[in-house]
């Protein structure tokens, strides 16, 4: 089962073991979307969910600048390889 994590300032959900494979949601979806495909994939994969953008910054200030998402979830990567 994937768990809610927090790590390094970003939330994140997290299960099994193996090759990453991160899974995005959609702007109006939620992690919890990907629950029933995650719980299957973590037999073979480490999987990982992050919160997107969305709900860390306001709708307004991502859409008027999309490189802040491009940005944060770059910098999300990163520090997950490194963990």
Do not use: C
């Amino acid at each position: 089962m994937v768990k809610v994590v927090e790590e390094n300032g970003y939330q994140f959900m997290d299960g099994g073991k193996g090759e990453n494979l991160v899974l995005l949601h959609g702007m109006l979806g939620a992690v919890s979307n990907w629950q029933i495909e995650a719980d299957q994939f973590i037999a073979e994969y480490r999987t990982v969910i992050p919160v997107l953008i969305i709900y860390i910054v306001p709708v307004k200030q991502v859409m008027e600048h999309p490189e802040i998402f491009n940005d944060i979830l770059n910098e999300w990567l990163k520090n997950s390889r490194e963990a």
